[in-house]
């Protein structure tokens, strides 16, 4: 990286930070830490320019300085879709999510504390330009629960938000002026906007699907594991080798997520040829490794600060987006240059005798174990994701110390090496070795790296399908949940269409929307699972596991993939539904798979079906908001079409408050009260009730199913006089006969019926 970037970064730091140290006791201090950084010639003017360029376009209005500094933090979920909330940010606190609520501000105290931990923390940082990257860490660890302004409006982006991303325009404003030296005229800011000065680029991985989960047999959920990680790392390498190339911070990263990413770029000629020789690089290296298997499509637009940040046009700014999508597409149907062709075409079709036991592939080496050198990589390192004290360090070559390391490719045409190491073992390797460090935690050397890697474990070994299955509640099953944001995109391309009021530009609010949401699914998520949250959480009987009996496969930037005992799953699905709800301040909801199987069934096939029941709660209405649960059946519909349909498919709000608390409730309560019910002759009664509600609901028409159930139901009166269970029963029967009446209470008990026989259930029932 540059020096002057470096210091332009440090120039726009004060330029944001200075009002919150000036006449406080910190303020000596604060100047001194910043000039510890500052060194080399300064070019005032052309750094003036760009600092002045940046503030304009982050801000999009005057300031008035006699405004008093905001003292809370809008939560940008009162902007989305006009949501019209009027909650705030909370600064998160151990073992709570921290949901905005409606009272809620950071005092003086607060403030000071938090400016303190950020010197403390810059401090420790040497003043060197290669590590500008982890100043902006810093930032982002103290002063994201700080609001970033000024503004009579309230302020709806943080301070760490606005830092990184004014650090990423003076980036890309400073390269292009300098690539461009005849266009540099200080008085001339209204042209400059107009100028194609920026690339807004987007890359995304194609394959994911079948990469991750065409794997069966023993191991399988380590492999799933791994590949997974593979997946999200595979991306966090791309995204920085072209930063790195190019001599940008990580604040140019928009967005990345569910295998996509978006940069800002500056649109110059190197910046094209770099993506050209970095894309081609990696997947030349892809093609080798992988096949056809897997593919980094990649585009780019050009577009300038004013259609981007200024315009108040929106169509400006959405076709933006809309160009960009189109090129990404047409990039996908096209993907490999002849060169590329030529060399599939004359790879050797190499088979080895046996295929290998987990990915079926017959192209690689086989061991004595019948696994794949690919497959063992992944397995081997599947332990090491456990452990959030080791460093995920990338080196530019292998070490010889037999390490379970996965390879990764290079922008250089070369392989990278993936390996898990703690910070004494880091310390021992030579700098030139090192391509990039991430650490998982809260602190550590390297960047942050975020990801889901709670799994339940079994003598400190990740738990198999096997072990998972027989730890379930009733029935020995395990459950897949897949689950994602609904109308993302739209939120991500015309969610904030109404917010020029706020003072800031769509693209910002869009960013920082993202890292709320990957926030969510790769941090709180876990907090959910593992036990740990202080807050009283759902489950379907009264005697819930603290660390849920789960592996999260996959928790991302708006979806995951769980996989578990089916009790948990569930429990899992319904706390992740009402904290999202809560968290989002109702602006945005999820949509939901549950499906059920055999520890032996395909994992490919659960994870097919299982998103066949995400389409399936999708498209039960424009609302959406929706979860299916266990699987498809064919059923007739009005024209007398066979068709398959998610029967038990429910909008959250119905599954959760119908289903579970009023019919399953009133089951367990019911049977709770009378030994009979828990025998194999009152399971058999509750078996003939629920044959009759489905013969009523196949044909509504024929009241004589209605008849019997009512006549089961006299069957099942107590024979004893007990007024405590006569009550119960009047209550009992009173509630089914009156569902049995409507379509969509019939519906509903069916499911709780189908869940309270789960529950029940044991390996011996047929």
């Not at 649960?629 to 068709?643: A, M, T």
Request: charged fraction near 25%; aromatic fraction near 10%; include cysteine.
């Amino acid at each position: 990286m540059e020096r002057d970037i470096f210091n332009l970064s440090i120039q726009n730091l004060v330029l944001h930070l200075r009002p919150f140290f000036q006449g406080s006791d910190s303020y000596s201090r604060f100047t001194s830490v910043i000039n510890n950084f500052l060194s080399g010639e300064s070019k005032s003017d052309t750094f003036e320019f760009i600092l002045k360029c940046v503030d304009h376009c982050v801000t999009m209005e005057e300031k008035d300085s006699k405004l008093k500094q905001a003292n809370r933090l809008n939560s940008i979920f009162n902007l989305l879709f006009q949501n019209g909330t009027h909650k705030y940010d909370v600064p998160p606190q151990p073992n709570l999510i921290p949901y905005p609520t409606e009272n809620a501000e950071i005092n003086s105290e607060q403030q000071a504390e938090l400016l303190n931990v950020f010197l403390n923390d810059l401090s420790m940082i040497s003043a060197n330009e290669s590590n500008l990257n982890e100043i902006l860490d810093v930032c982002e660890n103290t002063l994201s629960y700080l609001p970033d302004k000024i503004n009579s409006a309230g302020s709806y982006l943080s301070l760490a938000d606005r830092v990184k991303f004014s650090t990423a325009l003076c980036a890309c404003f400073y390269q292009y002026l300098t690539n461009n030296r005849n266009l540099f005229n200080p008085a001339s800011e209204n042209e400059f906007y107009q100028e194609k000065s920026l690339l807004l680029f987007s890359c995304d991985i194609s394959g994911i699907q079948k990469f991750i989960y065409t794997v069966s047999g023993e191991g399988v959920l380590k492999s799933l594991r791994s590949r997974s990680f593979y997946i999200d790392i595979l991306l966090e390498h791309i995204i920085n080798s072209i930063l790195r190339t190019l001599g940008l911070p990580c604040s140019n990263r928009i967005y990345s997520g569910g295998g996509r990413a978006y940069l800002l770029l500056p649109n110059t000629e190197n910046t094209k040829n770099a993506i050209e020789s970095c894309m081609n690089s990696i997947n030349n290296w892809l093609l080798e490794n992988y096949d056809i298997a897997l593919y980094i499509a990649y585009a780019y637009t050009e577009c300038s600060a004013a259609d981007l940040f200024l315009s108040t046009d929106q169509s400006q700014y959405n076709n933006i987006f809309i160009r960009l999508s189109t090129e990404l597409s047409a990039n996908k149907a096209d993907r490999y240059k002849s060169k590329q062709i030529l060399q599939l075409n004359r790879k050797s079709d190499q088979q080895h005798e046996r295929e290998c036991r987990i990915c079926s592939r017959s192209n690689r080496e086989i061991d004595s174990k019948g696994v794949c050198t690919l497959c063992n990589d992944f397995i081997s390192v599947s332990s090491f994701l456990l452990d959030e004290s080791l460093c995920i360090v990338i080196l530019n070559q292998e070490l010889q110390n037999n390490l379970p390391s996965l390879k990764l490719p290079s922008t250089c045409a070369r392989t990278d090496y993936l390996y898990f190491l703690n910070p004494q073992k880091l310390s021992e390797i030579p700098n030139n070795q090192i391509v990039e460090v991430y650490h998982r935690g809260e602190n550590g050397p390297g960047q942050r790296f975020e990801m889901g890697t709670y799994a339940y474990t079994v003598k400190n070994e990740m738990a198999t399908f096997e072990q998972i299955s027989e730890e379930t509640e009733g029935i020995k099953r395990i459950a897949v949940l897949r689950a994602d944001v609904d109308n993302l995109g739209l939120a991500f391309m015309k969610g904030f269409d109404s917010a020029g009021s706020s003072g800031y530009c769509p693209l910002l609010l869009t960013a920082a929307l993202s890292k709320k949401l990957s926030l969510f699914f790769k941090h709180y998520l876990q907090k959910i699972v593992n036990g740990t949250l202080k807050e009283e959480l759902f489950s379907l009987t009264d005697t819930p596991s603290q660390k849920k009996k789960l592996v999260m496969v996959y928790s991302g930037g708006d979806d995951l993939f769980l996989v578990g005992a089916w009790n948990d799953v569930i429990d899992t699905a319904v706390n992740l539904r009402k904290s999202f709800e809560k968290y989002t301040a109702g602006a945005l909801s999820l949509s939901a798979g549950i499906g059920m199987f055999e520890v032996k069934y395909p994992l490919s096939a659960m994870a097919q079906e299982t998103e066949e029941l995400v389409d399936a709660a999708k498209s039960m209405d424009e609302k959406k908001d929706a979860v299916a649960l266990f699987g498809v059946q064919i059923q007739k519909d009005s024209d007398g079409v066979y068709r398959s349909a998610a029967v038990h498919c429910y909008h959250w709000k119905d599954f959760i408050e119908k289903v579970i608390g009023e019919k399953l409730r009133l089951l367990q309560d019911y049977f709770s009260h009378t030994k009979s019910m828990e025998s194999a002759n009152g399971n058999a009664f509750l078996y003939r009730l629920k044959s009759y509600i489905e013969e009523t609901q196949r044909n509504p028409n024929e009241r004589i199913n209605i008849a019997r159930f009512a006549y089961l139901l006299a069957r099942m009166a107590p024979s004893e006089k007990n007024s405590e269970l006569q009550e119960v029963y009047s209550k009992f029967s009173l509630k089914m006969y009156g569902w049995i009446l409507n379509a969509e209470d019939r519906q509903q008990l069916l499911t709780a019926i189908t869940i309270y026989f789960y529950l029940k259930r044991s390996v011996d029932d047929k």
